[in-house]
């Protein structure tokens, strides 16, 4: 979509990380230009070579060009451009930053004015840092780096710059997306800004060239501008999306939350979204209050507490009507942000208090006819003045919201593009929901949204797909989560009902929030009960699912293959693996082969399907091999030196989730720890065993243990003690 572009109109310098502080070391170097041998690092005019044990080594040269080449354990592989300037005061320099120790060769050249230069590379991690500064104010041209050369391999993966930043293979690319270049064996490469993310511009000339600036509708970089792009490499889709990443995170110094950051992330919620029952809907006998407490009401009774309540658009006033139904295009953006007094007339605060639960609260853009506008900074339809920022999340804080989620993203709520602009809105909002404890969530974000979050440490959660999660939106979900996730972003599938069982699956598989948004009465409990503990509290995987390399090439080689999409739980050296698949492009079954180990399940294995309560062994270093229809959910266990392979929770998708299973190892007998919810009773575990095993407890009791000798299937029932949690032992028989 197009923007509104200006030039900086603020005297302060741009944003982004610095340089790194750490005192640098001159290194003894080999010098590029012939006939120099070694010396010392601060040349004026020879160049510099750096190699690193990850396989990468750059090269610098006098005239001004550049050579990244890798080698094993990496791809032979050669990028490189030139500046077209000669190069001036050429050191190497050495430290140690937040991703960890580093080589960097810097220099100066002249272009449309002064600028220093860097390459640097990391000795533990294959990522390649391009640095450029402003030394003088400067016209926004010939950004660095420009890859004249870079290995052309038949695929790429970008985001398009609509709403929820959809994925696309093989197609035009956003200026302001990540790219991932990747061959037939899933070795690639990925570039995108590392700073600036707002106003980057990442593009391919006519030429083939590709180069990463900003955005050209800002036309002047003042004196001290930095710029930065990162380069990173891996063999395998998934591990160099991680290895990127890693990068962008350890520069800002986001540590992700972790899958239970807090309520959100924890526990069951109730969504009042599009597509949900209550959006812009309540029962007229009883008011929007009366409604949701009345919902509240039916997850309590049924034993299943909701862990917070999220309140969509309905509940302030929009549009020039300022009214809480709104008017015009899309009901108008906020008049106010504060509760509709029609419909929560003590304010948001006495509502809070009356329902008992912590609030979510979704936001829009500005209105043009909100008085607003006449009492902030504004830039385009959105508020840049920190005072605005201060007071809403002091306001929302006092009412109980613990998470505030910024919608319309991609369309109304955009700021004029510029230095400032794009940063003053989202730090603000950032800084300040911090300041009162309070997360975000994006919606409708673009490729630069998902980059900037790595800003933010509040910044816990992004909706990756359309509205209302179903059927049609499973690829967008699994594909974007790929890259929210590396970026430390908890996906979001959004709301569903209860009673859609693939849905509730894929949505625990997540790690992060799970929500409903079912009418009282219609609710799916035993569904639930698979999700989530008594006390609401979600049984859930340690990482986003996210599909395997395998399914990544076939879609890129337009073979329209089945999703094959995977996650895990750790523990300790033990690792068990959850896969979700099924057929796409209209099929109504294909066939899947996936190995154990490609989801980290080492040796020996036990692939279960969770739907058919059936399962098969897979030796080490073999495939398993389905027929799949509209939704298969499989449970890959390790086989242990016990023999046996420990499924979990019987009655839990997620069966070996953190929040049920505690602790597991298998030392020749399996040892697991299983947390209760209080007031639960006996859960179900089991597993598969070549003989009936003994069962044991330690902490606790167990009941007898069923054995079918045909499958070599086992279960047992475990109950708690006085501490809430039960210790078994189990043996081969």
Known sequence: MSHTLEGPDRSEGPVGPRRSTFAATVLAIGLVAAGLGSGTANA??????VTEPTGVTVAVHPDGSYLIN?????????????????????TVTSGHDSLGTYREVDFG????????????????????????????????????????????????????????????FNGADAPDSPRMYFDKAAHGFLLSPANNFQVADLVTAPDGSISDGIMPGVTRLPAGFTQRTVLALGNGINPTYRVWGAALLAQSGKT?????SDVTMAKLGYWTDNFATYYYNYDKSKGYTGTLQAVKDDFTAHGLPLGYLQLDSWWYPKGSSDTWQGNGTLRGGEY????????????????????????????????????????????GNVITDPRFWSSTMDYLKSAGVVAYEQDWLSDGAQPKYNLTDPNAFLSGMAGSAAADGIALQYCMPLPRDYLQSTLYPNLVTTRVSNDGFKRATWDKYLFDSRLASALGESPWSDVFMSTE??????????????GVGDPIGKENWANLARSVRRDGVIVKPDAPIVPDDQTYLGEAAGTKPAMVAGTYSQHGALRDAYVFAYARNGQPSQSVTFSPAEFGVSGDAYVYDYFTGKGTPVTAGTSFT????????????????SGIAFLGDAGKFVSLGAQRITQLDDNGTVHATVAFAPGEGAVTLHGYAPSAPTAIARNGAVGPVSYDPATHLFSVPVSPGRDGSATIDLAAG
């Open 626 to 641: 389905g027929t799949v229809g509209s939704g298969f959910f499989y449970v890959i266990a390790p086989v242990g030196r």
């Open 109 to 168: 050249y002249r272009a449309t004015g002064e600028r220093r230069g860097g390459i640097r590379t990391y000795t533990d991690s294959p990522v390649v840092l391009f640095t450029t500064t402003y030394l003088t104010a400067s016209p926004n041209t010939e950004p660095f780096p420009s890859l004249t050369s870079y290995p052309k391999l038949p695929y790429h993966l970008s985001y398009q710059d609509s709403a929820f930043s959809p994925y696309r």
């Open 501 to 514: 069982t693939d849905n509730l699956v894929l949505s625990t598989l997540s790690g992060g929030m799970v």
């Open 256 to 260: 992700p939350a972790g899958t239970s």
């Open 70 to 90: 890798t080698a094993a354990p990496l791809q032979t592989w050669r990028f490189g451009g030139t500046l077209a300037h000669p190069l001036t005061h050429v």
């Open 336 to 379: 106010v942000y504060r509760a509709a007094p029609d419909l929560l007339p003590n304010g948001l605060a006495a509502f809070g208090k009356q329902i008992g639960l912590p609030l979510v609260t979704h936001a829009r853009w500005i209105d043009p006819a909100s008085p607003y506008r006449q009492q902030y900074r504004m830039s």
């Open 44 to 49: 004026d005019t020879s160049g510099a070579a």
